[in-house]
């Protein structure tokens, strides 16, 4: 059992910056896959970014690929968003999620596959 909790979003101008940061707490990170996803209203959950276990390999949407960066800390316990150049578009609630079962690359964009969700914060880009 593992709780996640987000944190870090807020109210930019189109072209700034967010670093969104997940907590976790009751069990250490090291053991788990981290993904983070998006969903604005009306619209379905989407992924954004995978990070594995120590970090060695990471995973981006086409639509946030050279703009956003996925890291972790796991001495901290804790994974990072970096949101730079944002878009009006990139407007949603930001979800962390992890997954002990993350066997295949493909996995890690599949939500499916995560067993624990943060409770989401959000990231409103203005234009």
């Known amino acids: 059992q593992v709780q996640l909790v987000e944190s870090g979003g807020g109210l930019v101008q189109a072209g700034g910056s967010l670093r969104l940061s997940c907590a976790a707490s009751?069990?250490?990170?090291?053991?788990?896959?981290m993904g983070w996803f998006r969903q604005a209203p009306g619209k379905e959950r989407e992924f954004v970014a995978g990070?594995?276990?120590?970090?060695?390999?990471?995973y981006y949407a086409n639509s946030v690929k050279a703009r956003f960066t996925i890291s972790r800390d796991n001495a901290k316990n804790t994974v990072y968003l970096q949101l730079n150049s944002l878009k009006p578009e990139d407007t949603a609630v930001y979800y962390c999620?992890?997954?002990?079962?993350?066997?295949?690359?493909?996995?890690?964009?599949?939500?499916?596959?995560?067993?624990?969700w943060g409770q989401g914060t959000q990231v409103t880009v203005s234009s």
């Open positions: 009751g069990r250490s990170l090291s053991s788990y896959g």
């Open positions: 990070i594995t276990r120590i970090g060695v390999t990471t």
């Open positions: 999620a992890a997954s002990s079962t993350l066997y295949y690359s493909a996995y890690y964009s599949q939500s499916r596959r995560y067993d624990y």
